[in-house]
């Protein structure tokens, strides 16, 4: 692995993945960010995947498109991960082929920060960004924008951009959500201290035409369609 990768996907080690799902879905998710994986954010991200093709940022362990194959098996062809880590799209890409979707999966590398790849255009009836942008360097709206702007092209006709973030400080942190937000702040596995809701909403009102935000616990929620002309 290259030694510049970004500390909020340099963290995610053959051996952090193996305890990724029980330490943030099952623990964190439920007591610290007060969200849980699977009465809240398993159905959300259930709840909008597309008809066809599916486009998952920030892969991790891939539980949320394993967990998925149900839904996945209804029509969807393609899932194509993209992260910047290669260990998050191997770990992830085996996971959902062992979880029995029987499309095809593709593996891209690459930084959400840069522009896609010219194969990836109005391709995708669903973008998935889970647990993404409170990772990422950066304050709201500017770094919500900066991704948008790279992920638009990539909605086919109709498609959605949906996703969950932890908030910043503004947000009502609990005794361990607080510890686990120093912790990771502290190292640059997150970049949230700043992030508000309504700088989120700020970001989604500047790309789109559409767009719901609800918060569970200190966990915005949000879903986004109909990008807007630029
Ligand atoms: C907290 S994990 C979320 C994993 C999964 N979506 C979930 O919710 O369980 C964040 C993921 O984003 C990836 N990531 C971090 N920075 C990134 C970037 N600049 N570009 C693409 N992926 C990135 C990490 O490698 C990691 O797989």
Known sequence: ????????????TQLALRFYDFVVLTVSNYWAWRCPTGSVL???YQQHIGDSAHLEIGAGTG????????RLAKGVKLVTLLDLNPNTLAYAR???????FRGDIEAVQHDVFDVLPETMRARYDSVALVYLFHCLPGTFPKKATDVFRNVVPALAE???????????????HNWLGTR???LYNGKGIFGNAQD?????RAAL??????????????????????????
């Open 42 to 44: 398993l159905p959300f």
């Open 205 to 230: 009102d500047e790309t789109f035409e559409e767009c719901e935000v609800r918060v569970v616990g200190v966990v915005a929620l949000f879903t986004a369609r109909r990008p807007k002309a630029t």
């Open 1 to 12: 692995m290259p030694t510049t990768l970004a500390p909020s996907a340099s963290v995610y």
């Open 196 to 200: 508000t809701v309504e700088g989120l």
């Open 180 to 182: 686990l937000m120093n």
């Open 63 to 70: 539980y949320y498109p394993a967990a998925s194959c149900a």
């Open 94 to 100: 085996a996971r959902l082929a062992n979880a029995g």
């Open 158 to 172: 109709g498609g959605i951009v949906y996703g969950a973030t932890i908030l910043g400080w503004s947000a009502q």
